[in-house]
């Protein structure tokens, strides 16, 4: 895809670092699931063959909730939810925008999404995965 760089992130404490291929302009989905609204997560989704974790596997634990195909993946040592499988977007990754290292250089748009109403709205976000 034209236009993306590779942009560098990761967790509070550093253990966990990540790149992610993102154009300077992106689309931030601000979720009021219980999950995202109680963590007050804004996350913008990308096909996985546009992320890679570089440190820290070792250090991530993972909680699921309802149909366990959200995978949310936070650092063991510090809490911080960095990026994680959204179920919207289970073949994608959902990278949380303020854990971008260099996060307020991007132009923004925050899109909200009703996850509380997760079937309705979900086919909205289907395409983000796609390369």
């Not at 990754?93 to 925050?110: E, G, K, S």
């Amino acid at each position: 895809m034209p236009g993306l760089a590779t942009r560098a992130g990761g967790c509070h404490c550093g253990a966990v670092r990540f790149e992610v291929e993102l154009p300077d302009a992106i689309e931030v989905e601000a979720c009021n699931c219980s999950i995202c609204i109680m963590s007050g997560n804004l996350h913008v989704i990308v096909p996985a063959s546009r992320f890679r974790l570089l440190e820290g596997e070792d250090s991530l634990s993972a909680y699921t909730f309802n149909t366990g195909v959200a995978r949310h993946l936070f650092c063991r040592h510090c809490g911080v939810k960095s990026f994680y499988v959204p179920r919207t977007n289970p073949d994608g990754i959902a990278v949380t925008w303020r854990c971008l290292d260099a996060w307020q250089a991007f132009d923004v748009t925050v899109n909200a999404f009703d996850g509380q109403n997760w079937e309705a709205n979900a086919a909205a976000l289907a395409h983000k995965s796609q390369d």
